[in-house]
């Protein structure tokens, strides 16, 4: 019997998540999964590219595993087309891949505003931050840089100002909008970011945009700014967001709006072969430019293309925003109702803010500036739905934060892992089933795999399963028979609790 071709065009975070998906709902080998990747590098985490850039891991660190021997890896090879009428993709070196399904997870790209010096190709030492290679250049510019522009007040560019800064390169964080990360917060807390970057000596202006960039014989110079000041500087970093990359889709006569646009089963409506995941997706819930989605409906795709119904990456509630930025600490996340009630701690001399939302019982958005403890255990029982007390104050009280972090009184249907969809009962399951190190968990349930911004909660739940672990006298078989009781009497508990 033939084998049905897929191919997957794009090598990314959600391409290489969706042939392993492939891989492992198909012991039988049923499909022939072909992965097309333009860089000339192993697939990677791209979302720890500031923390490169930073200086706070390697580049090992970014390293996915390995697509599985199964899949026909196309490493360096660009598609340049999608035949449909022959049914093939072709490949920029001369290749043409036959298909049955055909998957475009080719992401996004780094936008580059109209700006004139910018059109029709960038000055030297001028860059976005997108790919390893563009990390490698940044930082090699950062070794003799004395002065750095950052353009744009997302999260990106903060993170990478301060990454930037700890290189020891002078930075100005240049923002249209008239506060920072205005996507994700009010003035107020924004503000205390802004202050907190001043303390680490970025010089932040808001309600300013570049009109010009300058160069001398093709080497960056300076920026004109939108008040008319000229602002000398030897590296400029764009991060002025992300477009889909849509150009295979639109050349194949596909619908394309912002994205490709894919129905809830992901694949076109003009053509059932033809799927589209991550962030070149426009399905008719929308996009969120953020990895965790993008794993969920290679989950899912890869559930529909093999048939099975095998476990999908649950959903891990709204996204959560947190800044990956060395002495700036940012959590957010949720949404406010408009009748929710809101309690804020403002303290701007301390560089803190804290605001929580609340409707009915439970918190429905947290905001935490500068308090990064606070921040983690506000995001844990916005995850676990705890219930909240009369009075919301209490929650922002560190003596009740440290409480409600104990490992023993999280619910184990308790997001742990947002990127994956992996739970507390979903760490419990691997330690049981042998993980007893934060290594081995994620090779296992793959948490800590995404942003890492999960790393601690899961290393807190390792260190307390090891440490439930009983005495020499007792056989570590039954230590975790007994945990495994007591595991099933909380569940039991909060399943009559809930009732």
Partial sequence: MSRERVVVVGAGMVGHRLV??????????????HLVGAEDYAPYNRILLS????????????????????????????????????????LDDGQRLAFDHVVLATGA????????????GMPRHAHVLRTLDDCRDIAARALNASHAVV?????????????????GVRVSLLHIADHLAETQLDAAPAQVLQESLGDLGIDVRTATAI??????????SAVRLSDGMELPTDLLLLSCGMRPRVDLARAAGLPVERGVVVGSDLASPADPRVHAVGDCAQP?????????????????????????????????????????????????VGSPGEHDRVVTV??????????????????????????????????????????????????????????????????????????????????????????????EVAAATRATTGCGGCRSVVCGLVDWLNASDPPISQSPQDGREAHVAATQHDAARDEISAS
């Avoid at 009109?211 to 960056?220: I, K, N, W």
């Fill in 346 to 439: 403002s303290d701007p001399v301390g560089r803190r803010h804290v605001q929580v939302s609340v409707g009915g019982d439970r918190l429905t958005a947290v905001t935490c500036v500068g308090a990064p403890d606070l921040g983690a255990s506000l995001a844990v029982a916005y995850d676990r739905g705890t219930p909240v007390p009369g009075d919301p104050l209490a929650m922002l009280l560190p003596e009740r934060a440290e409480e409600d972090g104990s490992p023993a009184l999280m619910p184990g249907a308790t997001p742990v892992c947002r990127c994956n969809g992996v739970s507390k009962k979903d760490v419990v399951a691997a330690w049981e089933g042998g993980a007893a190190t934060v290594q």
């Fill in 20 to 33: 392993d998906e492939l891989v492992r709902r198909d012991p039988a080998g049923l499909f022939d999964v």
């Fill in 151 to 167: 353009l744009g007040g997302g999260v990106l560019g903060l993170e990478a100002a301060c990454g930037l800064v700890r290189r």
């Fill in 51 to 90: 923390d490169v850039l930073a200086g706070r891991c390697d580049l090992a660190a970014l390293a996915l595993p390995e697509p599985d021997d199964l899949v026909c890896f196309h490493r360096g090879t660009a598609a340049v087309a999608v035949d449909r009428e022959a049914g093939e993709v072709v």
């Fill in 109 to 120: 790209e780094a936008f580059v505003p109209p700006i004139p010096g910018l059109v029709g």
């Fill in 211 to 220: 009109t010009e960039v300058l160069d001398a014989d093709g080497e960056l």
């Fill in 284 to 332: 008719p819930e929308g996009g969120t430019g953020l990895v965790g989605p993008g794993w969920a409906q290679a989950a899912r795709l890869a559930a529909t293309l093999t048939g099975t119904i095998g476990p999908t990456a649950a959903a891990g509630g709204a996204p959560a925003v947190r800044l990956k930025a060395a002495g700036v600490d940012l959590v957010t």
